[in-house]
């Protein structure tokens, strides 16, 4: 083989820092959206913690019923 082949069998320089340029930015993107996801996650489970807390409206009126008391007008 001639030199001239194998350098053109080769990437140039310019190739490999693109290359180098897409692998970071895909490694980039990934992580963007794994943190996105991870954010989303938390939201919902905040989300879904604050509808098992909100409480029934009668709660208050069936509670001072049991111990005797008159309800609120």
């Keep these: 083989m001639t030199s001239a082949t194998l350098r053109i ?3 140039t ?5 693109l290359q180098r340029l897409s692998i970071a930015l895909a490694r980039y993107v990934e992580r963007r959206v ?3 996801a991870e954010r ?3 939201a919902l ?9 909100r409480q029934d409206p009668r709660a208050l009126d ?3 019923l049991a ?4 309800p609120r007008p």
């Design 9 to 11: 069998a080769t990437p």
């Design 45 to 53: 489970d905040l989300l879904r913690e604050q509808h098992a807390r």
């Design 13 to 17: 320089a310019l190739e490999r820092a």
């Design 62 to 64: 069936i509670a001072l």
């Design 34 to 36: 794994a943190q996105r």
């Design 67 to 70: 111990i005797g008391s008159r």
């Design 40 to 42: 989303r996650e938390l």
